[in-house]
């Protein structure tokens, strides 16, 4: 009789190993042969822990090893179809039909909502999702939202797969003695994980919402209002332009009024001279043309370069004009001189932050981010954190 037992169920195996192995989809990254293994060991122990005879530990094997095969055929109705390649593999086997009948009710039994109407259905609805009460739960969870992903074609969202985890585990309840006493207290545990994460994950949602509106602020104030670098370049570039204007001003007028005097002297004095010493006559004409010369030269230096006063808005992405000199810009209108002054804080600002960024990141913002709590976070939300600290260390470092 064992012998039979240990027979049958070796064949059973070795044929649903073949189905689960060979024949299912890829998307079944769950109901696949592992889950099923662990399903055939978890009713082996549930069966025993609940004195189920040879027969029925026989019986409730087979149909472990049976059950997700009718994924074969997809997931729809997918207990039906295990049922019937059960059944036609049993027959095949000529195993008895009473038995064969009860392995298709256990098999049927696995259909959620599960509602068992004997012990050993009882035995593999808990078997089926002993996975509740594992140490791998979170492992076993992800294959399951992985799996659910590619049957719909759409992305589960990780707080929306918690709150149906939490409402599965309240909804679910162990039927067997031994689900209830030993596996119970278990899943409660990894309800209390799942819980726990998801409030973590709740507080970490809230403290990234509130940055996200300190880094807004930030940026509505960085639009109004130019920074004090920036402020600084103005007040400096102006203050450089009216110097050097002044210095050349100056040494002009300097040149012009030395030449004048010259002038003056030599007409008054010397021309009436000439007429005594005509020797004179070519140094006095000749010093009279230089000076003249030089007059002319001076004032012609103290003319501005005078340019139309209008630039296009390529002179400004290009960065081929200054707008910083009042001569590139008396000929523009308002709105349109406004804008290029933005576009260069624009300019400043980013090449500003850009330095920062590749001076101080691997000492200032990873560190930040890891200080922010971003670490069980995934890759948008890092970034985002890193985003946040560089703004942190932008503005302590400017104010």
Excluded at 49 to 55: A, F, P, Q, R, V
Aim: aromatic share 8%; hydrophobic share 40%; net charge negative.
């Amino acid at each position: 009789m064992m012998e039979d037992t240990l027979n049958v169920i070796q064949q059973a195996e070795d044929f649903a190993t073949q189905i689960l192995q060979n024949d299912l989809s890829d998307k079944f990254v769950y109901h696949n042969y592992y889950h099923t293994s662990r399903v055939v060991e978890a009713a082996k122990l549930i069966g025993t822990e609940s004195g189920l005879s040879e027969t029925d530990l026989e019986i409730v094997t087979v149909a472990a090893w049976f059950h997700d095969t009718g994924y074969k055929n997809g997931c729809v109705k997918h207990e039906e179809s295990g049922a019937v390649i059960a059944r036609e593999f049993l027959s095949s086997k000529e195993y008895p039909e009473d038995k064969i009948r009860k392995v298709e009710g256990c098999i049927m039994a696995t259909q959620m909502p599960q509602i068992p109407t004997n012990l050993i259905e009882q035995v593999i609805c808990d078997a089926d999702l002993h996975h509740l009460a594992c140490s791998d739960y979170k492992d076993m969870a992800d294959r399951m939202q992985e799996e659910i992903e590619h049957v719909k074609g759409e992305k589960i969202d990780d707080p929306s797969w918690n709150d149906m985890n939490i409402q599965f585990f309240k909804d679910h309840a162990y039927f067997t003695d031994y689900g209830k006493n030993t596996l119970q207290a278990i899943k409660e545990e990894n309800l209390k994980a799942i819980k726990k994460a998801k409030k973590k994950r709740k507080k970490d949602e809230e403290y990234i919402q509130k940055l996200e509106e300190k880094v807004a602020k930030l940026e509505s104030k960085v639009a109004l209002k130019p920074d004090r670098g920036i402020e600084t370049m103005f007040r400096t570039t102006s203050k450089n332009h009216l110097n050097l204007s002044a210095m050349a001003d100056n040494k002009a007028n300097i040149m012009i009024s030395v030449n004048t005097i010259i002038i003056s002297v030599v007409v008054t004095v010397l021309i009436r001279k000439l007429n005594e010493y005509p020797n004179l006559l070519v140094p006095t004409l000749l010093l009279i043309m230089v000076c003249l010369v030089t007059i002319v030269l001076s004032i012609l230096a103290t003319r501005p370069n005078v340019s139309q006063g209008i630039f296009e808005e390529e002179d400004i992405l290009n960065k081929r004009t200054n707008l910083l000199f009042f001569g590139n810009f008396h000929g523009m209108d308002l709105k349109q001189y406004e804008w290029g002054m933005k576009e260069m804080m624009k300019d400043v600002g980013v090449s500003l932050l850009c330095r920062l960024l590749r001076l101080e990141w691997p000492l200032v913002y990873v560190p930040s981010a890891l200080s922010l709590g971003c670490g069980p976070l995934h890759g948008t939300r890092v970034l985002r954190c890193l985003l946040i600290s560089s703004i942190r260390s932008l503005s302590s470092w400017l104010y």
